[in-house]
């Protein structure tokens, strides 16, 4: 189990850097294609693998999983068979934001867990630290989620696009 362990977070923390190019590209309007499969294939991997681990019944880890693999599975119909078009490039940029979001706040659970200095900090993860952390991690999200469907949520005129970097 613990180099099954090992592959989750390893897919978990590709998933979160590739994440965070893909979303600071939409922040500025730019696709970045081989980090936007990155990130999607590794966060795909990173919610079903999750499912492998032991549980009993529904855990509030397999909820998160599957609403992430919801999120998941439209921003890569978004992307992948609508093609951006139209309305789909707002719906894609919300569906990503959101399922990388979700890994960042599992990060947060994680690092409070984990380490040492914060776990004193939060033994419990009802205490204030945590509690201020991750409403401050979901105003980050919020903020750079309504960017990003502003400034990639609107298609580019045609000559643009033909001009941006690929």
Known sequence: ?????????????AGIAAGF????????????GRSTAVF?????LTSVT??????????????LG?????????????????????AWRRVYVIAAVTALYFNVFVLVVQLFQKVPSLKALAPTQTEAPFAVTQVAVLA??????IRAARNFGVARPAAAAARAPR
């Not at 189990?1 to 923390?13: D, E, K």
């Not at 609403?67 to 951006?84: G, N």
């Not at 980050?140 to 989620?145: H, S």
């Open 40 to 44: 999607l294939v590794a966060t795909v």
């Open 140 to 145: 980050l999200f919020v903020v750079a989620g």
């Open 21 to 32: 190019l893909v979303l600071g590209g939409l922040l500025i309007s730019r696709e970045f």
């Open 66 to 86: 599957i609403v992430s693999l919801i999120a998941l599975a439209i921003a890569i119909y978004s992307r992948y068979v609508r093609s951006l078009a139209e």
């Open 1 to 13: 189990m613990a180099l099954f362990t090992v592959v989750h977070v390893l897919l978990s923390l």
């Open 50 to 63: 999750g499912f492998f681990f032991p549980f009993h019944g529904l855990t509030p880890a397999i909820g």
